[in-house]
């Protein structure tokens, strides 16, 4: 790290050498993203600054940056943001990172709520929401629908309230403790779209989990059980205990885990449409499932 007279990117090459060494998967952009965070600087700003002589007084604030990231920690959490569907979300240890293949998700609910709610003003819960990701986004997007989320966690409903404030939706959004669809359920809630991106990694693939998400993310929000499907069963058994069936249903669902919840909502109503929606590498990444009738 800085020990004498270098420039920013002298100082951005060494320790993208550093951590390179080390196995960290894409250093370089690690690295360009701590040193936004440290300069409070965009990408653009931060490569016309590439010349300048880096700040002596920063030289130990970016040391202990940089052996964060070496000891695997995230760099979501270092630098305590994540962009998700064009929005900057405070994170924090408490919440899950919000990943780029859930983007399709809200996409996709999107498209399908004008579609299916072109007139009116539905309301879309979501479960397990962590940071807010997908609740925030939708009231941001669809400034005339109802929006509810839930969590188990209140160190989540807290991280997820500080993003509703970020991007303006405070007011919109009704935020929920409790188990799943329970918060629902006692309240008498009828959602016209659920959404859930829940844990659905299986219990036995913990040591094959790269460290960063290993060591770092809540494990609460990432393991759903032997085979990763646990709370799947217990949200389509929860369905039924709604005031009404939802319009439309969005699961988020790991790999080879579609077929399968797909059969668990089949089993559960009569659906006039299920489908998948694929992730950018061609894997049935979401679940919908569509029923229009009463």
Not at 60 to 83: F, M, N
Not at 186 to 196: E, M
């Amino acid at each position: 790290m800085p020990t004498a007279a270098i420039t920013i990117r002298e100082a951005y090459v060494e320790a993208s050498s550093f951590l390179g060494k080390l196995g960290v998967a894409e250093a370089a952009s690690c690295v360009e993203l701590l040193l936004q965070h440290l300069l409070g600087c965009t990408r653009t700003e931060l490569l016309f600054r590439f010349q300048e002589q880096f700040p002596v007084e920063l030289a130990e604030s970016w040391r202990q940056l940089v052996e964060r990231k070496a000891a695997g920690e995230p760099v979501q959490y270092i630098t305590g943001e994540q962009d998700f569907f064009g929005l900057s979300f405070a994170v924090s240890p408490a919440v899950l990172i919000p990943r780029p293949e859930t983007e399709l998700l809200v996409e996709a609910l999107l498209h399908e709520g004008l579609r299916l709610f072109p007139q009116g003003a539905p309301l879309l819960a979501d479960v397990g929401t962590g940071s807010g990701a997908i609740p925030v986004t939708v009231a941001h997007a669809r400034p005339t629908w109802r929006v509810a989320a839930s969590d188990i966690s209140a160190a989540a409903l807290e991280m997820a309230g500080v993003n509703a404030q970020r991007h303006g939706v405070v007011a919109r959004v009704e935020w929920l403790e409790g188990d799943l669809l329970e918060p629902f359920i006692q309240r008498g809630i009828a959602p016209d779209i659920l959404v859930s991106n829940p844990p659905y990694i299986p219990d036995g693939d913990l040591p094959a989990l790269m460290p960063e998400v290993r060591l770092f993310e809540p494990h609460t929000a990432l393991f759903g059980g032997v085979e990763g499907l646990d709370l799947y069963r217990r949200m389509v058994l929860q369905l039924r205990l709604l005031p009404r069936i939802p319009t439309l249903v969005g699961f988020e669902v790991g790999i080879r885990q579609a077929d399968a919840v797909a059969a668990m909502l089949r089993a559960a109503a009569d659906w006039d449409e299920i489908r998948f929606v694929p992730d950018l590498q061609g894997i049935d990444r979401h679940v919908l499932a569509i029923r229009v009738r009463d």
